[in-house]
């Protein structure tokens, strides 16, 4: 325990990773509890350092981390699972960058929420056994929008959201969803989708990743799919998804 001071245990992902001093990381943590944590570990960025393996993006590690005055600090870390599926190809760590960077932003200091940890970590696992993009776009998208809809913003998915119609065959991010042909005349940048888009649509929030990833997908489907995700998530948590941006123009 670093200097007498308390530490806690804790099993968290890493999310993310920004270079501290020559050799040390300040690490963003998603911790099993669903709460957001930064800490540091230092020498992390040292060739051959005992905690430059545990600390990879995307890793699940049990870490001992002493209370700081301002960040903790990484005592001891014991790798649980690298997601090693993923590295080495360029679209699977480009899809799980997406998902990692959703979760950041969906995640706080001293909030918890049980949903988020175990969601995020069965996207990793969907994106390591994603046979190809199509999937992986699948597993980005339906990450996307399951944990949107979590922390409430749910599209609009059974009715025109301006009028109520059902007989929908528009979408719009910024509106909410989806709208009739009638309303989607009166807003910008809407998005003409077939009955087929629409059922995959919904298909993201309600079935799972094991699911998703042995389903039959037709490519340009799963593209308009994972690109819609990212508008409502731009849209929605009003960030700039560079991330995600990166993996659409692959």
């Known amino acids: 325990m670093a200097g007498g001071r308390k530490a806690t245990r804790l099993t968290a992902i890493v999310l993310g990773r920004t270079k501290l001093a020559e050799q040390d990381l300040i690490l963003t943590l998603l911790s099993q509890d669903g709460a957001q944590v930064r800490a540091v570990a230092k ?33 001891e870390a014991s790798l649980i699972d690298a997601h090693d599926g993923v590295r080495g190809d360029l679209d699977k760590v480009s899809a799980a960058s997406a998902i990692a960077e959703i979760a950041r932003l969906t995640s706080y200091e001293d ?30 998208a339906a990450y996307a929008f399951k944990v949107l809809s ?83 998530c731009a849209v929605h948590l009003d960030a700039r998804m560079k991330a995600f941006e990166f993996m659409l123009s692959l």
């Open 43 to 75: 020498g992390a960025r040292k060739p051959g350092g005992r905690l430059a393996s545990r600390v990879e993006l995307f890793c699940e590690t049990d870490f001992l981390i002493a209370h700081g005055r301002s960040l903790g600090i990484v005592s």
């Open 150 to 232: 979590h922390a409430g913003w749910r599209p609009e998915l059974l009715s025109c959201i301006a009028c109520g119609d059902e007989a929908v065959s528009f979408f719009s991010a910024p509106a909410g969803g989806l709208l009739c042909a009638s309303c989607a005349k009166d807003v910008e940048g809407t998005t003409e989708m077939s009955a087929t888009e629409i059922a995959w649509l919904k298909a993201l929030i309600s079935m799972r990743f094991d699911e998703l990833i042995q389903a039959e997908v037709d490519a340009d489907i799963a593209a308009l799919l994972v690109s819609l995700a990212h508008s409502w």
């Open 111 to 140: 909030i918890v929420d049980s949903f988020l940890y175990p969601i995020c970590a069965k996207a990793l696992w969907a994106c390591e056994q994603a046979a190809d993009q199509p999937h992986l776009d699948l597993v980005v």
